[in-house]
């Protein structure tokens, strides 16, 4: 066996498992609890480590480096050098692994443009969607044991799973970690499964039954999300690349709203509706965004960022104060500084050169736009299907089938 077919191997190897962790995390997390276990469930995340080193052993024995690998590990060592000059050990460690899904998506993305190409949908992706569609309707009649089932990891507590409420609306979360993660899950999956099945049946009942847990999860974003998915499946005739570009200009836009958000004040009242509807975001406004930027200019600056663990996971042990950072765009911002932001615009914009209307390119724009429009209101390099979706996207040169590039 080559390194190039090991390390072909380990990273399949880590996407099925990845996947399985990810879309049974509450059942899986409780169950390795009552064992007393609870760090099996990390395996995913130090196979992605293995597969990290091969890949590196690879191309040290390839003595050959792609330019978009060239590209990425200049941002990789940028966000190291911030990290290490204002974060704490720990923290930066904390933040780091949390991201790890990146590196993932990255190696996995030629796996999945293929399928793409070849519209052949993998029945394990059918399997994980169908059962994690039916645990969030079942959770409606069954309270699953491993809610709220909480235990302690370096120091900081986790729990199995979390169902939350909204104006007094319960939040299933069948068998995921959360609500939320349920509901973006499950539709990255739809995405996929639109872009990689012929089966117009299947495609229907997938949608339906996507559409029919973002309410059930009374996900907002997501709900609405399903709406562009269905303009852009039938608009089939918007340029990708233009789609692509625009969406780079939105994320300008929103960057900057967000850190400008210590300007803006916002009131309402206690009616149930207003606060389901709009009660995450004056949490926002008013505390997590501005103290999210207050954070950044307290260990570092804006244009250079105060690395990783200034906000999100890592803050639990960074500031003292937790901040879950609630924006990819302010998670960038507060990484890296204005300088990461423009250069992951420009490696993105990079991307974009390849891209044509057939349906890999298809498929990347959507996945980026509704990344995109997640990232305004979550953290989603910390989410890691969310992460390891945005590790395909900066790999999108690998769609490049006919030239070979990329990795």
Known sequence: ?????????????????????????????????????????????????????????????????????????????????????????????????????????????????????????????????????????????????????????????????????TGGYTRYAGFFKSSLQASSNILILLVYIVASTKNKFFILVCFILSLLVSIITISKTTFALHLILLFYVFMKILPVKLLWRSTLIFAIVVTFFTIMSTNYSFEMNNDPATTMLLGSLNARLTTTWPDGVESILKFGSLTFGAGLGTIGVGSKLGSGTYNPGDSMYLYIIATGGYILGIYLLGWLYYQSIILNNSAISRFLSMTLIILCLFGISMTTPEYPLMGFALGVIFNSRASNLQYKEAE
């Open 1 to 165: 066996m080559t390194l190039q077919s090991f390390e072909s191997r380990l990273i399949n190897f880590s996407l099925l498992l990845f996947l399985l962790f990810e879309f049974f995390a509450g059942p899986l997390r409780w169950l390795f609890h009552l064992l007393g276990a609870e760090l099996l469930f990390s395996i995913p995340k130090l196979l992605i480590l293995i597969t990290i080193l091969v890949s590196v052993l690879n191309i040290i024995y390839k003595r050959k480096i792609t330019k978009n690998g060239l590209i990425a590990s200049i941002s990789i060592i940028y966000i190291l050098l911030v990290s290490i000059v204002h974060v704490e050990l720990a923290a930066g460690f904390v933040a780091f692994w949390g991201i790890i899904p990146i590196f993932l998506g990255y190696h996995s993305a030629r796996i999945i443009f293929e399928s793409v190409q070849n519209n052949k949908t993998n029945n394990i992706i059918y399997f994980v969607f169908y059962v994690s569609c039916i645990g969030v309707f079942c959770n409606i009649i069954f309270n699953y044991p491993w809610y709220d089932v909480s235990y302690e990891i370096a120091g900081m507590d986790v729990s199995s799973a979390q169902m939350g409420t």
